[in-house]
T-cell receptor
Framework: KNEVEQSPQNLTAQEGEFITINCSYSVGISALHWLQQHPGGGIVSLFMLSSGKKKHGRLIATINIQEKHSSLHITASHPRDSAVYIC??????????FGQGTRLTINP | EAGVAQSPRYKIIEKRQSVAFWCNPI?????LYWYQQILGQGPKLLIQFQNNGVVDDSQLPKDRFSAERLKGVDSTLKIQPAKLEDSAVYLC???????????????FGPGTRLLVL
């Protein structure tokens, strides 16, 4: 079983829709990242959180440490939000373990 | 602030050839990472440097892959000889330091897309 599972793997939605991407993990963690990867490979760190909720613009990330679950929400989605969204957590102090990613496509 | 620089952006080689990738991290960042990302998968850590020392290279295929960061700044990753399954995006990332509790933010470069024919 993979240590981190993301769902859905692919998501297509219309502009303006509310988007939710889920991340479940099987080990105890201290912090979790949400990352955005655009075509061409560049990765941008969106959030790093260890509890509760963080908000940045139209992006909201939540984490429930006890339930080993995190969600990334996008409000009022836009075609420029189309990207692969990856959750990752620290395994111990040294290694960042990545999920397989969720490919999001927002159609105008 | 300049980001993480990588070159080349794209490389096409034939199997059994050699290839090298270069990474220049953000100025002042002590920790440098090389990741391999195969299409449809999340990145996999190949090697982590703290200054010019190796912290973790447990997933580096050492029979064909090598990496160095001689002066603790920029780094090169080499594959010799390349195999078809090495086709992937090779991402370099850097962070300011290394938090023993985990959670240090990593900044990623644009990646080098390698195709082995």
């Amino acid at each position: 079983k993979n240590e981190v599972e993301q769902s859905p793997q692919n998501l297509t939605a219309q502009e303006g829709e509310f988007i939710t991407i889920n991340c479940s993990y099987s080990v105890g963690i201290s912090a979790l990242h949400w990352l955005q990867q655009h075509p061409g490979g560049g990765i941008v760190s969106l959030f790093m959180l260890s509890s509760g909720k963080k908000k940045h613009g139209r992006l909201i990330a939540t984490i429930n440490i006890q339930e080993k679950h995190s969600s990334l929400h996008i409000t009022a989605s836009h075609p420029r939000d189309s990207a692969v969204y990856i959750c990752a957590f620290w395994e111990g102090a040294q290694k960042l373990v990545f999920g397989q990613g969720t490919r999001l496509t927002i159609n105008p | 602030e300049a980001g993480v620089a990588q070159s080349p952006r794209y490389k096409i080689i034939e199997k059994r050839q050699s290839v090298a990738f270069w990474c220049n991290p953000i100025s002042g960042h002590a920790t440098l990472y090389w990741y391999q990302q195969i299409l449809g998968q999340g990145p996999k850590l190949l090697i982590q440097f703290q200054n010019n020392g190796v912290v973790d290279d447990s997933q580096l295929p050492k029979d064909r892959f090598s990496a160095e960061r001689l002066k603790g700044v920029d780094s090169t990753l080499k594959i010799q000889p390349a195999k078809l399954e090495d086709s992937a995006v090779y991402l370099c990332a850097s962070s300011l330091g290394w938090d023993p509790g985990g959670g240090e933010t990593q900044y990623f470069g644009p990646g080098t897309r390698l195709l082995v024919l």
